[in-house]
């Protein structure tokens, strides 16, 4: 838990939860990796506790030989719970070093992860099966001289309004909302200095869903309850509406018609095998006039108290403690790697 991203402290609160909830297993000594801002690991029993908060969508890397060091806590572990957010913990690097181990862990392995949290790289891919999506305007590298020429050809490819934000981030951190060129451009030079490629999406007018999905010992995959969000405050679902108690409403099961929901539902399956993504994942979702559009599924979706993932399982009959207990024994016992 933890992380060197953005998503520090999101991450932090889903440990937090998914190590209380492990906790309650007589058979498992379950122990905490936290890895601090600063880049340290640590290795401990107690079960941390912080406050939710965005940070800097930049983030400096840790030094190598925190990493190295802390590699060595993993030395006499079984399996790992993998809830970190964001790059570094959800992009596919950790996946790729615990295989590099032979270390079991829960989640996606590292091409799905990898595909997941790239944003572009997936629609790509869910474009050439047939996924209903948002016209996109990709931009690999922000030239800041470039800005002004840019902001034509986003116009006459998208039109108003937009979505802009970076192609590989999560819980909303550096997103924005453009109604006009004036916000487009302020958006635009509000991210200059992001090093990262950035995506700009037709902002789809319409009802935002989530769908997850988990995973059965068998291999089959199952869509848990669709749910919708409405956020009490603000233009969408942002970190605040995301984090904050009584930030949104989250109606589960959607209050939508059947047939919406069994097309969300089996959107939310067929990105998850997309991606060859394994044990879980979430998908997001705007119903439109003309149907669901896939917007980007998540491959570790929070697990901190407001999140949305336990609020589907528990709406199915799955506990907190079971679905934990459940991904991780998944995690001992994968069918096949991603």
Excluded at 139 to 151: E, F, H, K, T, V
Excluded at 260 to 281: E, K, P, Y
Excluded at 297 to 320: D, E, H
């Amino acid at each position: 838990m933890g992380g060197p991203s953005a998503e520090y402290s999101v991450s932090m609160a889903s440990g937090a939860m998914v190590m209380e909830a492990l906790k309650s297993f007589e058979d498992l000594d379950v122990q905490a990796v936290i890895i601090h801002e600063d880049g340290v690991w640590e290795k401990t029993t107690a079960v941390p506790h912080g406050h939710m908060r965005p940070a800097a969508l930049i983030r400096p890397n840790p030094p190598r030989r925190h990493i190295l060091a802390g590699l060595s806590l993993l030395e006499d572990a079984d399996v790992a719970f993998v809830a970190l957010h964001g790059s570094f913990g959800e992009d596919g690097t950790m996946q790729a070093v615990l295989e590099t181990l032979h270390l079991p862990y829960t989640g996606s392995g590292p091409l799905a992860s990898a595909l997941a949290m790239n944003k572009r790289r997936a629609k790509e891919l869910f474009q050439w099966h047939r996924l209903p999506l948002a016209p996109d305007f990709y931009i690999p590298y922000l030239d800041p001289n470039a800005i002004q020429q840019l902001l034509p050809q986003i116009e006459s490819r998208l039109g108003y309004p937009l979505v802009v934000k970076p192609n590989d981030g999560g819980s909303s951190v550096g997103i924005h909302m453009a109604s006009d060129r004036d916000s487009l451009r302020e958006a635009l030079y509000d991210l200059k200095e992001y090093p990262r490629p950035l995506l700009i999406e037709k902002r789809l007018s319409g009802r935002e869903l989530t769908c997850a999905v988990l995973e059965e010992p068998d291999g089959s995959v199952r869509p848990l309850p669709v749910i919708e969000i409405v956020p009490h405050a603000g233009q969408f679902f942002d970190f605040n509406a995301k984090y904050q108690d009584q930030g949104s409403e989250e109606i589960c099961p959607a209050q939508i018609d059947v047939r919406s929901t069994r097309r969300v539902q089996d959107l939310a399956v067929r990105a998850h095998q997309i991606l060859g993504c394994r044990g879980f994942s979430r998908a997001d979702f705007i119903l439109t006039a003309d149907g669901p559009y896939l917007l980007e599924v998540n491959t570790i979706p929070g697990m901190t108290p407001n999140s949305l993932l336990p609020k589907a399982a528990q709406a199915a009959g799955l506990a907190f403690p079971t679905l934990m207990r459940q991904l991780l024994d998944l995690a001992q016992n994968p069918r096949a790697s991603s």
